[in-house]
């Protein structure tokens, strides 16, 4: 193989993310130098043609200028081990590529101090997998703006195209922008997946359907408006069996793991004053999957008996698709009313219909569903929410009758869906313009003397009342 005596860029982590990514590099023309930890792992790459390295320092030499670094190993202390061994190793105006699922606040400060040294910094978000590492992944970048123009060619290079042939990458801002627009992209991904879970749960409990009618029923929903990944791979999933016939689903334990980037969206919403309700739920339904044992014992002291669906069960299933779309919508409008709200925190200038592309291909919630969220902000950059859109309008407007009775079906029936409960509670509270909170200023006042505003008197005046005289 015609090897280069300098490579345009590194790898740094050689794990499966990393070794795919680098492997994309490559095929698609670019000479890529590696290094691992693992001297292994650096050997098999070096067997593929990779230009090896045994050390950071041999790293650094295989480099051409301005050197870029590719950083894939876990988020956290391994993050900031590499960068601090390798800053002294670069000179300025070098860059560090972090494609790990780092904190946002994490990158924010890495990025002032890979500054500092005039190098510098950007945290990419990556989403698509093993499989999307190799044949291309969603990827968001952020952090020192002048990096862009740089490693643009390698990222649009190797990153997912949309239907229509655009790179599923773009320019997500400065500091922590690029991880954010990960941390919501991972969010709403939980969001998704519980209502889809939430969803089989009321086919097998309330109408018994067979693993193998519910796989039918996803699949063909995987040829409408709910066209997904997400959706596809449930089709698939519960079509599996193991080779002795039993389908593998029912042999999986239910008790959910998580990585954190969820929790962290949960908490970045409450630090904003954004109210990501149906992402939470969906956190916390992890957490009470966790604890299997005390479950198990609950249901002992309270058995219940969901009661058999005597609907026309065609008409139902059609409801449920439709509540499913409804409330998926709910799911990222909150997402993306979280990106709003830091973008004016931090200062960010994000491109919203540049993030729904960058969604699009390649990520987990990749679907067509992105393409009408893009639209929508290419209509109106500044749109203030996404049911403000007239898409997005008839849609809810579509869907919300088959929401609530979904719900409330599940609800009296002991089904717990606390996404889609979540979801229908968000979009009532946002559109009732008339809320108790009247009545709760008032019990604060009345406790901690913490005042009030009046409906006849002009807004930013504040009054207390002595309740008890």
């Given amino acids: 193989m015609n090897r280069k005596e300098k490579a345009d860029i590194a790898m740094a982590g050689l794990g499966v993310m990393g070794a795919n990514l680098a492997r994309n ?5 670019f000479s890529v130098a590696v ?3 693992d001297e292994k792992k650096t050997a098999a790459l070096a067997e593929e ?17 301005p050197r870029k670094v590719f950083m894939m190993v876990p988020a956290g202390e391994p993050v900031d081990w590499l960068v601090s061994e390798l800053i002294p190793l670069l000179s300025p105006g070098d860059i560090l590529i972090d494609g790990g699922n780092s904190n946002f606040k994490d990158t924010d400060r890495r990025v002032t101090e890979a500054e500092k040294a005039g190098l510098l910094y950007v945290g990419c978000g990556v989403s698509g997998g093993e499989k999307g590492a190799l044949t291309g992944p969603s990827m968001m970048p952020g952090g020192s703006k002048a990096a862009w123009p740089l490693i643009r060619p390698v990222l649009t290079a190797v990153c997912a195209k949309t239907p229509d042939g655009f790179p599923c990458c773009s320019w997500m801002g400065e500091g922590g922008a690029g991880h954010f627009v990960k941390m919501v992209h991972n969010g709403i991904e939980y969001g998704d997946i519980q209502l889809i879970c939430e969803s089989y749960d009321i086919l097998r409990k309330a109408l018994h359907l067979s693993n193998e009618e519910m796989s039918g029923i996803f699949s063909g929903w995987n040829r409408t408006g709910l066209e997904s990944y997400l959706i596809e791979i449930t089709g698939k999933i519960l079509a599996h069996k193991e080779p002795d016939g039993i389908y593998t689903v029912d042999r999986i334990l239910d008790r959910a793991g998580q990585k954190g980037t969820g929790k962290w969206a949960g908490m970045t919403a409450l630090e904003e004053d954004v109210s990501l309700n149906l992402i939470t739920e969906a956190v916390s339904a992890r957490f009470l999957s966790a604890r299997k044992k005390e479950r198990e014992a609950l249901s002992g002291l309270y058995p219940k008996k969901i009661p058999p669906f005597e609907g026309d069960r065609k008409a139902f299933i059609e409801k449920l698709q439709k509540a499913l779309y409804t409330a998926k919508l709910f799911s990222y409008a909150q997402g993306f009313d979280l990106l709003r709200a830091a973008s004016a925190h931090y200062g960010w200038q994000p491109d919203y219909a540049g993030i729904a592309r960058s969604w699009e291909g390649g990520c987990i919630i990749r679907s067509v569903f992105l393409s009408e969220i893009r ?3 290419e209509k109106d950059p500044a749109l203030p929410g996404l049911l403000c859109d007239g898409y997005f309008r008839q849609k809810t407007a579509d869907g919300l009758a088959s929401l609530r009775e979904v719900t409330s ?6 089904i717990p869906v606390p996404a889609f409960s979540a979801g229908l509670a968000w979009f009532d509270g946002s559109t009732d313009a008339g809320l108790p909170a009247n009545l709760l200023q008032a019990m604060r006042d009345f406790f901690g003397a913490h005042t009030y505003e009046r409906t006849d008197r002009p807004e930013g005046m504040f009054f207390h009342t002595d309740w008890q005289a």
Avoid: I, N
Avoid at 25 to 29: A, H, L, V, Y
Avoid at 409 to 414: I, P
């Fill in 25 to 29: 590099m490559k095929s698609r023309g």
């Fill in 35 to 37: 290094f691992d930890t």
């Fill in 49 to 65: 043609g990779f230009l090896p390295a045994e050390s950071l320092p041999e790293l650094a030499g295989l480099l051409e200028t």
């Fill in 375 to 377: 639209k929508a902000y």
């Fill in 409 to 414: 079906y599940a609800v009296l029936a002991g």
